[in-house]
């Protein structure tokens, strides 16, 4: 089944503890992103990438970094968690020269 | 640079009653338009988009959307809500150029329907 897949689905964690969120998919789409959903605000981009070695900014990349080694993933990573990155994290991907992106099934984050 | 606007963050129908969502956007290139839907605790579902072509869309369990350049709006339709339809829908845009892919959201509408 082609799908996008997060882990975990859902984290509790401390400020200041490195954590990674894992994001895979299996359409060997080129393109991956990471969003973050806040009420009122929508989704948000943090990063996203072109394809393997080619990642940028998106509109909130503040407190993330990503890395793409592989096609397949597109790791989040926190190096330290604020209680302000408290979210709900969406990964998605799309095959080059299509429009339409699949996403993940999110990753609740609750930073105390 | 593109936008998104939604109005209402919640609207309210009854069940049989038509459904109107509003979406408005601003995009500096020819706009590529989608709406969302996400069910309570999953993740977002694509219920429909516009390219290119016909600007009346239709999309999956009766949703449609129309897109008119003039007033630069793409709202959400269905003609008779259903319990089941109760979800938060977003609008989307992305874009050509540099922006192509990059999906820019509205802050969702949460509908809610009534028996």
């Known amino acids: 089944e082609a799908q996008v897949t997060q882990n975990p689905r859902y984290l509790i964690t401390v400020t200041g503890k490195k954590l990674t969120v894992t994001c895979s998919q299996n359409m060997n789409h080129e393109y991956m992103s990471w969003y973050r959903q806040d009420p009122g605000l929508g989704l948000r981009q943090i990063y996203y990438s072109m394809n393997v070695e080619v990642t940028d900014k998106g509109d909130v990349p503040e407190g993330y970094k990503v890395s793409r080694k592989e096609k397949r993933n597109f790791p989040l990573i926190l190096e330290s968690p604020s209680p302000n990155q408290t979210s709900l994290y969406f990964c998605?991907?799309?095959?080059?020269?299509?429009?339409?992106?699949?996403f993940g099934p999110g990753t609740r984050l609750l930073v105390l | 640079a593109q936008s998104v606007t939604q109005l209402g963050s919640h609207v309210s129908v009854s069940e049989g009653a038509l459904v109107l969502l509003r979406c408005n956007y601003s995009s500096s290139v020819p706009p590529y338009l989608f709406w969302y839907v996400q069910y309570p605790n999953q993740g977002l579902q694509l219920l429909l988009k516009?390219?290119?072509?016909?600007?009346l869309v239709k999309g999956i369990n009766g949703f449609e959307a129309e897109f008119k350049k003039s007033e630069t709006s793409f709202h959400l339709t269905k003609p008779s809500a259903h319990m089941s339809d109760a979800a938060e829908y977003f609008c989307?845009?992305?874009?050509?150029?540099?922006?192509?892919?990059?999906?820019?959201f509205g802050q969702g509408t949460i509908l809610t329907v009534h028996p």
């Open positions: 516009y390219t290119t072509g016909a600007t």
């Open positions: 998605a991907s799309r095959v080059q020269g299509s429009e339409t992106q699949y």
């Open positions: 989307a845009v992305s874009g050509s150029g540099t922006s192509y892919g990059k999906l820019t």
